[in-house]
């Protein structure tokens, strides 16, 4: 069990640029999370994904922003037009249906800037 | 909507001394779970310890325990014997047991640990 991994790391950008962000579960982990925690905040929910099901999304969630998860393993977050504000920590976690499916394992984050 | 409060920012304790970070949560639902997550410095974020609301008994993982008081929606968590590793930010959380919300955490705004050598 590798964790759950996110890619890149960092990610420094112009304003209005798009950016893509990935996140790879634990292995056979059917629920997926995308948080976003701002400097000297806790993470604030995105939305999150049963399988290839996307369940629940965040009035955070604006238009510019769009998630996927094609296959049901790993997923993608993408911002259009990135603006200043979008400056922040971007999470993921998983966890499994059942058997302590209401712990979620976290990622290490995608900090992203934006200039 | 749900609410987690952690009333200290910050907080300071001596190696090997024992150091309690509060929590406070509201809601109205009467069955949930609540967690400690711990943050080092640039490091990804790992669960310390988790507590069932219907389970009366508090939940402990080592040199880590919580008081859960359910009437008073009150959520603490007590660090013994107190080591350097220890440093980091901890976020407590809440997450329904059911109704709609089943997939977010809700998370407070952390209480920052220092742990003094």
């Known amino acids: 069990d590798t964790g759950v991994s996110q890619d890149p790391r960092h990610k420094i950008t112009k304003r209005g640029q798009n950016v893509t962000f990935r996140c790879d579960p634990i292995s056979e982990h059917n629920r997926l999370y995308w948080y976003r925690q701002t400097l000297g905040q806790g993470p604030e929910f995105l939305t999150y994904f049963q399988n290839e099901a996307q369940l629940e999304k965040s009035r955070l969630l604006s238009d510019r922003f769009s998630a996927e998860r094609p296959k049901g393993s790993f997923s993608t977050l993408e911002i259009q037009r990135t603006e200043q504000g979008d400056s922040a920590m971007y999470l993921c976690?998983?966890?499994?249906?059942?058997?302590?499916?209401?712990?979620?394992?976290f990622g290490p984050g995608t900090r992203l800037l934006v200039l | 909507a749900q609410t987690v409060t952690q009333s200290q920012p910050e907080m300071s304790v001596q190696e090997a001394e024992t150091v309690t970070l509060s929590c406070t949560y509201d809601?109205?639902?009467?069955?949930?779970?609540l967690f400690w997550y711990k943050q080092p410095p640039s490091r990804q974020m790992i669960l310390v310890i988790r507590?069932?609301?219907?389970?009366?008994q508090n939940a402990t993982e080592n040199r880590f325990s919580v008081n859960f008081q359910k009437a008073a929606k009150s959520f603490s968590l007590k660090i013994s014997d107190s080591q350097l590793g220890d440093a980091a930010m901890y976020f407590c959380?809440?997450?329904?047991?059911?109704?709609?919300?089943?997939?977010?955490?809700?998370f407070g705004k952390g209480t920052k640990l220092s742990v003094k050598p």
């Open positions: 959380a809440y997450k329904s047991r059911y109704g709609g919300s089943q997939g977010n955490l809700i």
């Open positions: 976690a998983s966890s499994p249906l059942r058997g302590g499916g209401e712990t979620q394992y």
């Open positions: 809601t109205s639902e009467s069955d949930y779970y």
């Open positions: 507590q069932e609301a219907y389970k009366q």
